[in-house]
């Protein structure tokens, strides 16, 4: 990676793009600083180039990323930055369901409301996108089984790529969270391994780590402690040299420690 990362520098296209990747490889190991300061460089040099598509499309994913990892406050910046830079379609949709998963349902709708407007044919924003948002601010109502019943629609094309983004299978990490607050362990378990037997359509987004301890949390609500202990201790490890502050990885620790 390292030796990929110095033959892009100063290339144009190639240095913004791989930057982007080495961001969201940081962001799947939970040292987020280091994605942090990687996606404004990737999103500067792509705007250097007047890309400015891109860099807002690497603002979006950073903004879900954020939203994923509980950081709210970072996610609503983020999504501001990136609708400043471009109002595209994968990009107000990645944008709404990162509001979504931080309760600005408000914010969201509405772009749910522009998207279904502006693409009543379009099969990825109608039974991708769409859904997907409305579920996600379903959660945010808790409300999960309307959210698990508009993912219905979403079985089809869940696993396939919607953008050319890393941003993917965000029905089934969120179904999954909805199993969870139904305390559905066995579904919940399901989803997760959706996720973890897919590492190649997953890539190095960081919904493939956050997996692990959507996976630990449904065994959990099993009862299945030495199961769940597994699936902690591999997030954990994974994130062995994670930012503290990170409040998802506080949570999982402090789920872990009730285990032991």
Partial sequence: MTSLLASA????????????????????????ASARDLTRRATEAASAEDAKETA???QSEAALREAELLNHPEARA???????????????SIAALAL??????????KLIADLNREFPLDTLVQR???????????????????????????TSY???QPTSTVVVLSPVYVRGQAYLMLRNGALAVAESHKILDH?????????????????ARAFALQGANAKAKAAYQDFLTLWKDADPDIPVLKQAKAEYAKLE
Wanted: proline share 4%; aromatic share 6%; charged share 25%.
């Fill in 78 to 92: 983020r999504v501001e930055s990136a609708l400043k830079l471009s109002d595209n379609r994968d990009v107000r």
């Fill in 199 to 215: 590492p190649g359509i997953v890539g190095n987004f960081v919904i493939g780590s956050l997996a692990h301890l959507q996976l």
């Fill in 100 to 109: 979504a998963r931080v309760g600005e349902s408000a914010r969201a709708e």
């Fill in 9 to 32: 520098a100063h290339k144009p296209g190639a240095e913004h793009l791989m930057l982007a990747c080495h961001s969201d490889t940081e962001a799947w190991y939970g040292r987020l």
């Fill in 56 to 58: 807002a499309t690497y």
């Fill in 128 to 154: 991708y996108w769409l859904p997907t948002i409305q579920a996600a601010v379903e959660l945010e109502r808790g409300k999960p089984n309307k959210a698990i019943d508009l993912l219905k629609i979403t």
């Fill in 158 to 160: 869940e696993l396939g």
